[in-house]
């Protein structure tokens, strides 16, 4: 039929990519920081109407209009998801269908249309296949994946574009953090806040990042690691770093705050919740004041870039609170056990990691 020839036209006109092992680059440093790989997925499609069919391109440059929404009024959400080189060569991706469905969540709440979790983990794996060569050597980093979704049609009044664009790009990445592994210290900002009740906080925008960025680069420019938000209303209660959740230790009693909107829901967070309860942790989901970090034995965030990391200290009103760190730590044993079901050292015995 004629629809099926279009389909065959379009595979027939995606790029050829080689299976060549790993591409030439100093594996032993990687940060995080942009690599441009081989290829890119792109899909487009209409208001009202559902994304059908995306196709590789070489990597490069999108053309947008400038009065295009995600321009204009950061009509756009993201995800971020990692793939890990196993001894044998097989490629691990670390639950891509929660990324799907937590895209597609928030798609709902930006108005925008979203692939369907099948399309979504289909653009993933190609991304990943086409750009296999960048997949770090085993222990040295991994390849993230980043799906965008963008309102990439016109919008002059507030509105949701008429047009979409679902784009997936891959970097080789190692640390999150420019100190690589050392423990983080933070900065309780006081005054400027990360989200409120009813703003997008619990999804994945692109608008819950600008804003952070004066707090983050006057944290830094302290010398601290990243910025701990509190609460919109009581400035009083934990809620999350700029890129990754928050937990803390007492005993065997782990907390972190509720996924109750304000905060994202990360799928870092939900599977170190799952293992930490496996091995015997109390978990609790409850707001923490910013006054328990005094009593807290241990702190530590949790991110696909960020992985499990541990917090050496917390500076919070002018005072620094430290934490215990290193081995034997609960922050290190709930690491390791995440690191090594996304890196197939320690069996998926969760049905968490996607083999290619
Ligand atoms: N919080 C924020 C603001 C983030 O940007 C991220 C990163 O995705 C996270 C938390 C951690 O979420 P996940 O574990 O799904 O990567
Ligand atoms: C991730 O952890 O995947 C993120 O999206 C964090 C990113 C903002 C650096």
């Not at 469905?101 to 289909?122: L, N, T, W, Y």
């Not at 963008?150 to 047009?163: F, Y």
């Amino acid at each position: 039929s004629q629809a099926a020839n279009a389909l065959k036209q379009v595979h027939d006109e995606q790029p050829s990519y080689s299976d060549d092992e790993n591409a030439e680059m100093d594996w032993d440093n990687l940060g995080f920081n942009p690599i441009a790989t081989d290829f890119m997925y792109l899909m487009k499609c209409y208001k009202d109407e559902k994304f059908v069919q995306g196709q590789l391109s070489h990597y490069g440059n999108i053309q947008l209009s400038p009065s295009a929404a995600v321009l204009n009024y950061g009509q756009g959400i993201f995800e971020g998801m990692k793939a890990h080189r196993k001894e044998d060569g097989s490629l691990l991706l670390f639950r891509p269908d929660q990324h799907a469905i937590r895209m597609k969540i928030g798609a709902e709440r930006m108005c925008m249309p979203s692939p369907s979790i099948d399309q979504f983990v289909d653009a993933v794996k190609q991304t990943l296949l086409a750009n296999k060569r960048w997949v770090p050597p085993p222990r040295k980093g991994s390849l993230y994946i980043r799906p965008m979704l963008i309102g990439s049609g016109s919008a002059l009044g507030v509105a949701p574009a008429p047009e979409y664009m679902f784009f997936t790009y891959a970097s080789p990445v190692g640390n999150y953090f420019k100190q690589g592994k050392a423990p983080l210290n933070l900065y309780v900002e006081e005054e400027l806040i990360r989200a409120a009740p009813g703003g997008a906080g619990g999804v994945k925008s692109i608008s819950n990042y600008g804003p952070v960025m004066k707090a983050l680069v006057n944290a830094k420019r302290q010398g601290f690691s990243d910025v701990l938000y509190l609460d919109s209303i009581n400035k009083k209660y934990l809620e999350e770093l700029s890129a990754a959740n928050i937990f803390i230790l007492k005993g065997n009693v782990i907390s972190t705050p509720p996924a109750s909107g304000t905060i994202l829901p990360g799928i870092t967070r939900k599977s170190v919740i799952e293992i930490a309860q496996d091995l015997g942790y109390q978990v609790e989901e409850r707001a923490i004041s910013v006054d328990e970090l005094r009593e807290a034995d241990e702190v530590f965030c949790t991110g696909t870039a960020v992985g499990v990391a541990s917090v050496g200290s917390v500076t919070y009103q002018g005072r620094r609170i430290e934490f215990k760190v290193g081995a034997n730590s609960a922050c290190q044993e709930l690491g390791s056990a995440l690191v090594g079901i996304q890196t197939g050292l320690i069996e998926d015995e969760k049905d968490w990691v996607l083999k290619i």
